[in-house]
């Protein structure tokens, strides 16, 4: 299982707008069956300088119904999320260098068990 993040193309990533989008893509080199809802489970936006500065979420979500899709090679799962969709003061966020975390959980079926796999991916970004 493999995720990739990446910021959007031609978006203008500054403190002066209180969107961070970025493009989640969770792909697998083989057939793989899993879980028909993957939980983006943290999204995290923390400076990189060790003040403590963070913004984000982490969340838990177990689908009631865990009904299986197949997931292939060539045909990833797209999304794209607002890393500061929940936050509402913006009094810490200035310009400097961050980064941008992100934890998908996903149930993968292996034989007849299903197993919860948390793969992770962080980007950095210096914004103005």
């Given at each position: 299982m493999r995720l990739q993040?990446?910021?959007?193309?031609?978006?203008?990533?500054?403190?002066?707008?209180?969107?961070?989008?970025?493009?989640?893509?969770?792909?697998?080199?083989?057939?793989?069956?899993?879980?028909?809802?993957?939980?983006?489970?943290?999204?995290?936006?923390?400076?990189?300088?060790?003040?403590?500065?963070?913004?984000?979420?982490?969340?838990?979500?177990?689908?009631?119904?865990?009904?299986?899709?197949?997931?292939?090679?060539?045909e990833p799962l797209h999304m794209r999320i607002d890393v500061l969709e929940n936050d509402d003061d913006f009094s810490d966020y200035c310009a400097g260098l961050y980064r941008c975390e992100i934890k998908v959980e996903i149930g993968e079926k292996r034989g007849g068990d299903m197993h919860h796999v948390e793969p992770q991916e962080s980007i950095e970004v210096a914004l103005t």
């Open positions: 993040i990446e910021l959007v193309p031609d978006l203008d990533y500054s403190v002066g707008v209180h969107e961070f989008p970025v493009e989640v893509e969770v792909s697998t080199e083989v057939p793989t069956e899993i879980y028909s809802r993957v939980t983006i489970s943290s999204a995290l936006l923390t400076r990189t300088d060790g003040s403590g500065v963070t913004f984000g979420y982490i969340r838990r979500v177990t689908p009631a119904k865990r009904q299986l899709v197949a997931l292939v090679p060539h």
